[in-house]
């Protein structure tokens, strides 16, 4: 099982200067590596206060100088605001600079506010996605490379700086339908999925389809790893429990207010947090996701593993205006605690598994 950390870089309002909340999400990256993390994801969002990472991988590139061991990830490139022979050079830039340590995920985008501004149709996103990630793919494994499709026509081309991983880095995708987890499964990429912050039935249904999508490409699903991200948080202090379901809370709300184009913005930017019909009490979410103790974390986090069955778990930390002291601390306990439990657990079980006795409860 490895553990990753998701940073998405959000302004929630103007009392955090763009500068702090860049420099605070460089701080947990570098926290993370110190306490044992394997991978740091960033996200990418443009023009509003949702995230202010506009390029991942300028992200990558930045951090890697900063770091020696801890894996850098893009969570997501969106493939539609890009030319894909300048994400490839970018690509093979970002991963040579970091000795090797990128981890490309890759998505279509959902944000219409965005798109819009790059002039570019969200509408056909899913189509130019499909188009563009093969592409990507064919001048990360070819020396000289062309294409014809509908979006696309590249002539014969090299990348001047190809990656230092061989054959290629590996590639994720964001993924939520059978559809998008098929060409997945199909092609050998990684998953990225997230239930958001819905409890146990919307794991137990995200399992379902990704169990879906495996059958219908007649293949294993133990074949494609699978990344979770997830909201989650461990403290005997009920305040910052309480701070930080409202932080994911609210993280929600602009996401679900972006999805379905309805975002509110008094200046243009500063998008306004607004209850939905499909919102949660925080009551809701703290029973949905792992809060509480640093025990009940690591209980609930083991059930919610044995349901999906993911291969890394990415760790939600840049959320709202949270206190970034108490994230940093919350970063260190992770590796001192809570991280070391669950893989002893899970060794455990593999353990009893292959020997066929029973596993004794517990791991403290």
């Given at each position: 099982m490895e553990f990753g950390v998701f940073i998405l870089a959000q302004q929630r309002g103007y009392h955090q200067s763009s500068r702090t909340v860049i420099a605070n999400s460089v701080q947990q990256t570098i926290a993370a590596e110190a306490a044992g993390f394997d991978t740091a994801w960033y996200a990418e969002h443009h023009f509003n206060n949702y995230s202010l990472v506009p390029s991942p991988l300028m992200m990558v590139a930045h951090c890697a100088g900063l770091t020696s061991t801890i894996r850098l990830g893009t969570a997501v490139c969106v493939l539609p605001?890009?030319?894909?022979?300048?994400?490839?050079?970018?690509?093979?830039?970002?991963?040579?600079?970091?000795?090797?340590?990128?981890?490309?995920?890759?998505?279509?985008?959902?944000?219409?506010?965005?798109?819009?501004?790059?002039?570019?149709?969200?509408?056909?996103?899913?189509?130019?996605?499909?188009?563009?990630?093969e592409v990507l793919q064919k001048g990360l494994r070819e020396r000289i490379f062309s294409f014809e499709g509908q979006y696309l026509r590249v002539p014969p081309t090299a990348i001047s700086v190809r990656p230092v991983q061989s054959p290629i880095p590996p590639i994720w995708l964001a993924a939520g339908s059978t559809r998008s987890m098929g060409r997945a499964i199909r092609e050998g990429h990684n998953l990225f999925?997230?239930?958001?912050?819905?409890?146990?039935?919307d794991i137990r249904s995200l399992r379902g389809t990704i169990e879906q999508a495996a059958a219908q490409e007649k293949r294993d699903v133990a074949d494609t790893k699978i990344g979770f991200l997830r909201c989650a948080f461990a403290s005997d202090n009920d305040a910052d429990i309480t701070s930080y379901i409202e932080n994911a809370r609210f993280q929600r709300r602009l996401s679900e207010s972006l999805h379905q184009r309805r975002q509110q913005s008094s200046d243009g930017y500063l998008m306004a947090e607004q209850p939905s019909p499909n919102d949660l009490s925080l009551e809701t979410i703290r029973a949905n996701i792992p809060v509480g103790s640093v025990n009940q974390v690591i209980d609930r986090l083991l059930e919610e593993i044995s349901i999906l069955k993911p291969n890394h778990i990415a760790l939600q930390t840049q959320l709202g205006d949270f206190d970034q002291a108490t994230m940093l601390r919350q970063i260190e306990l992770w590796g001192d605690r809570i991280i070391p439990a669950i893989k002893r657990e899970l060794g455990g079980e593999a353990v009893a598994a292959a020997s066929q006795e029973p596993l004794r409860a517990g791991v403290r």
């Open positions: 605001l890009y030319h894909p022979n300048r994400l490839l050079g970018e690509v093979g830039f970002a991963d040579t600079v970091s000795n090797g340590r990128l981890e490309l995920g890759v998505g279509s985008g959902y944000q219409q506010f965005e798109f819009e501004r790059f002039g570019v149709n969200v509408d056909e996103a899913p189509a130019v996605f499909n188009e563009y990630l999925v997230t239930a958001l912050l819905g409890g146990l039935d």
